[in-house]
Every structure is written in C-alpha cells, then in structure tokens.
T-cell receptor, first 117, second 114 residues
Framework: GAVVSQHPSWVICKSGTSVKIECRSL??????MFWYRQFPKQSLMLMAT?????????EQGVEKDKFLINHASLTLSTLTVTSAHPEDSSFYIC?????????????FGPGTRLTVL | AQTVTQSQPEMSVQEAETVTLSCTYD???????LFWYKQPPSRQMILVIR??????QNATENRFSVNFQKAAKSFSLKISDSQLGDAAMYFC???????????FGAGTRLTVKP
C-alpha cells in the first residue's frame, strides 16, 4: 500500500526558533500534499494544500509567513514553523494524494508532535 | 461550504457486539466521496472504508459496512463483531470530485469493552 513518512516524529524546540517537518511519499508520486494540525481530542484541521512546483494554498486564518510550505518534488513536501511559540505546539499531520488517484483518497503520515518551550 | 457532522463524541460497545457510528454532511454537489478513517492511540490515520456518491450500493469491508443515504446526506459506519483493536477515534470525511480538499467531522471515540 501507499506509505507516507514524516520526520521527525517529535520535536521540542525553544520559543523563537524555526522547525522543519518533512513529509515523503515513499512508494508513489504525490501531485498534492496536505498539512493538517490536530489539537488534543480534536479533529484534523486543514492548514494548507501544496502542489508540486507551485505555491501552497493556505486555509483562512493560517499565517503563510509563519507556516512555510515547500513542495519541491512529487515525493517531498516540507512544513517550516518559523519563530515558533508555545501556542504552535500541536500535532502536525501530512497526507498525500497519488498522481493516479481516482477518488481523492489521501494517505496519511504518522504525524509530528511539536512542543515549543 | 461542505461540513461534516458527527453527533456522537463517544460511543462504547461490548466485544463481539455491533455498533453504529453516525455521520451527516452538507453539500450541494452530486459527485463526491465519503470516507471513514480510524485513528488509534498511535495517531496514524487508517482508512477504514470509502463510498462513492454515484454508487447506490453500500460499501462493505469485512466487518465494516456503511449505510449511505444520499438524499438524507447520511453516512453511518457499522462495525460488526467488535474487537478490542477497534477501539480508536473514528473520523468521517468528505471530498468533492475534482476538488482536493478533504473535510473531517469532529470524530467519535469508540471504546470496546471486553
């Protein structure tokens, strides 16, 4: 089956620093990758959609200058949380839609837990 | 805007029994897809079952089946012969054909009692 990896699985950083999270589709090409944020006991909230080679589309209320997304290839997207603050602490999940997808199914990464001190 | 509603924050079922999780959605589209995802404590999202809106037949995957009522915009998940490993958060999701966005419900936490 389609596998999506995320790295790191967890990260602790100091307030004011930047953190990069990688999302890779391991055995398929992904035209589109998605970044979600999930607070404890809550649902997934879509942050942005990224297409390979083009700028990401951010959901309303998501600061694009704070959450930088790069989708440099059909297998890799990165999310950089710039100048992180404690309120950015959350669980970040990426997903990928395959090039040959017919039903918009998204394959999810295992998530990254970010803790900002 | 498309919205997905799961009205049951928590459900519990006895092992080997059957449980139904509810989901309703709001859309003006006719061509779309619906999904149920499971999120165990590991937090890895796992696809349980999917349904194409143009198909009248309800999808079935082993112990999991759906009751898709297009006119009522309802998409419930039935888990038969519940197992301890079924304990997880279950999310209902909607995506429109040709549109990449996937919208999730608030989730239902399922507990399976031995």
């Amino acid at each position: 089956g389609a596998v999506v990896s995320q790295h790191p699985s967890w990260v602790i950083c100091k307030s004011g620093t930047s953190v990069k999270i990688e999302c890779r589709s391991l055995d398929f090409q992904a035209t589109t990758m998605f970044w979600y944020r999930q607070f404890p006991k809550q649902s997934l909230m879509l942050m942005a959609t990224s297409n390979e080679g083009s700028k990401a589309t951010y959901e309303q209320g998501v600061e694009k200058d704070k959450f930088l997304i790069n989708h440099a290839s059909l297998t890799l997207s990165t999310l950089t949380v710039t100048s992180a603050h404690p309120e950015d602490s959350s669980f970040y999940i990426c997903s990928a839609r395959a090039l040959a997808s017919w039903d918009n199914e998204q394959f999810f990464g295992p998530g990254t837990r970010l803790t900002v001190l | 805007a498309q919205t997905v509603t799961q009205s049951q924050p928590e459900m519990s079922v006895q092992e080997a029994e059957t449980v139904t999780l509810s989901c309703t959605y709001d859309t003006s589209e006719s061509d779309y897809y619906l999904f149920w995802y499971k999120q165990p404590p590991s937090r890895q999202m796992i696809l349980v079952i999917r349904q194409e809106a143009y198909k009248q037949q309800n999808a079935t995957e082993n112990r999991f089946s759906v009751n898709f009522q297009k006119a009522a915009k309802s998409f419930s998940l039935k888990i038969s012969d519940s197992q301890l490993g079924d304990a997880a958060m279950y999310f209902c999701a909607y995506t429109r054909n040709g549109n990449n966005d996937m919208r999730f419900g608030a989730g239902t936490r399922l507990t399976v009692k031995p």
